[in-house]
């Protein structure tokens, strides 16, 4: 199965500052890549599909790159509300798999 | 929008058999433009898809799991159910039934989750 690594494990970010997370494929998913955000007690938000793809009702501020190995969730300007898990998930292979997750903390 | 809601026992003992079933409203299992999951965390970890289906297709089960599951549907009760044989402790974890879009395989819409711990 495809392994997802997500880097860094946690990260302390300012409000209003730019978080960058990271998540590496073991082997090439192609666009099949998608980015969720999940706060404590409640299920996974879909973000991101297709690597680059907004889900409907996504603030602008959460940009999605990448192909093949290597991804990036961007978010600028940081709210409160973003402080929160984000798990990678590639659709490409299956079983679809999941990172470990990056938690955002604030700093 | 359709809501889905996963109902069964909280605890299960070793070796026994998981049964969730997840109910719809708002919605159809054999609406043919989406696909029917389980997904599961173990707490305070990560996510492990468990398996899948279309309404009237194939049921891809998670190679690590298929020889202990089973997922099905009953369509006169527009539910879909998990089953998990010889459970053991590792098998502890917040179960959720999820639906997503056909053709882009992530999750849309889940269900709330229910806790299931495996423990004599």
């Known amino acids: 199965e495809i392994v997802m690594t997500q880097s860094p494990a946690t990260l302390s970010v300012s409000p209003g500052e730019t978080a960058t997370l990271s998540c590496r494929a073991s082997?090439?998913?192609?666009?099949?890549l998608a980015w969720y955000q999940q706060k404590p007690g409640q299920v996974p938000r879909l973000l991101i599909y297709?690597?680059?793809t907004g889900s409907t009702g996504i603030p602008a501020r959460f940009h999605g790159s990448g192909s093949g190995t290597e991804f990036t969730l961007t978010i600028i300007s940081l709210q409160s509300e973003d402080f929160a898990i984000y798990y990678c998930?590639?659709?490409?292979?299956?079983?679809?798999?999941f990172g470990q997750g990056t938690k955002l903390d604030i700093k | 929008q359709v809501q889905l809601q996963e109902s069964g026992p909280g605890l299960v003992k070793p070796s026994q058999t998981l049964s969730l079933t997840c109910t719809l409203s708002?919605?159809?299992?054999?609406?043919?433009?989406?696909?029917w999951s389980w997904i599961r965390q173990h707490p305070g970890k990560g996510l492990e898809w468990i398996g899948y289906?279309?309404?009237?297709?194939?049921?891809y089960y998670n190679p690590s799991l298929k020889s202990r599951i089973t997922i099905s549907a009953d369509t006169s009760k527009n539910q879909f159910s998990l089953k998990l044989s010889s459970v053991i402790a590792a098998d502890t974890a917040v179960y959720y039934c999820?639906?997503?879009?056909?053709?882009?395989?992530?999750?849309?819409?889940w269900g709330r989750g229910t806790l299931v711990t495996v423990s004599s």
């Open positions: 999820a639906r997503g879009p056909r053709g882009v395989v992530v999750i849309t819409q």
């Open positions: 708002g919605g159809s299992v054999i609406d043919g433009g989406h696909y």
């Open positions: 289906f279309y309404y009237g297709g194939d049921t």
């Open positions: 082997e090439s998913v192609s666009s099949n």
């Open positions: 297709g690597a680059s």
């Open positions: 998930q590639q659709y490409s292979q299956w079983p679809y798999t």
